[in-house]
């Protein structure tokens, strides 16, 4: 297949994404970028396109390799655009050359996981956020990477993906309550929704407050920003949190028996996969 051709797929399915409702999601993504990833040079679209095939992290063959690498045999590629310039003379400029884009080829990248060799440098906080482990626990990947768009994390629920541009400890414990928030219900919404987030904040801020971490006041101007009142206002902002509070409760008792459960199994034989030593006992009284 021809690399026009395989642009043209690429391009249709990018299509295909929009109707699904995919794209959106990818978008918001696509501003958080780690610069020493190469795909943070990609254009806009490239990175929409890696982030929609459920990649944070796609390089061609030379850029595996310089990071000490190879691409497995038989594995398949995802396809990114690059434009096909052409020389044309000018016949206003005297004939001169100017280029021009006369269309899009397809390039192929590879993710992490069909490639062999080095380990990659990740960047470790300096210091573990408490309940760390239940990321490993429940299969989730957390990088932390940084971000171009302001956000400070983001959670993938279908792809069972955190990413973390921020060190605070309660950015983590929001995007943990997104997803035993929201792992079993059907209707999760994308984007950024006004009862998911509250739901997310304020099991943060709970949890938090049992680690002796003071996330109240970042949590009553992030939940008035989605009442759409100031946090001063004490009615408008408790209005909102009671709507969700059953739901909060929910999540935060869904953490801390699974928390019971890493401790169980880590009394009765070998450390669980992750890292568990970042896991701290669950406070009591």
Known sequence: MSN?????????????????GDLPEAIAKSYIRADDVPSAKWSRCNRILMLLSGITD????????????????GVRALYILAPRVVSVKDCREDDEERKVVVGFRALPAFRYEDTDGAPLQEYEPR???????LAAYNGIDVRYMNTAGGEYGSMSVERKSMTLSSESPDVYLHE??????????????????????TVAQ???????????????????????????CDKSDGEKLGRQCMRVIDRTREAIDRILEDAAAMG???AAGPEAAGRPAAVAAVPVG
């Open 202 to 228: 304020m099991g943060a801020c709970a949890l938090a407050h049992m680690y002796g971490i003071d996330a109240a006041g970042y949590t009553a101007m992030y939940v008035a920003g989605y009442a759409g």
């Open 127 to 133: 210091q573990m956020p408490p309940l760390f482990g």
């Open 264 to 266: 169980r199994e880590a």
């Open 4 to 20: 026009t051709k395989n642009a043209r797929i690429v391009l249709e399915g990018l299509v295909a994404r929009m109707a699904s």
């Open 176 to 197: 943990l309550v997104h997803w035993y928030d929201l792992r079993d219900r059907e209707d999760r919404k994308h984007g950024q929704d006004p009862v998911q987030e």
């Open 58 to 73: 796609a390089r061609g063959y030379r850029q595996w390799a310089e990071a000490g690498r190879h691409v497995r045999k």
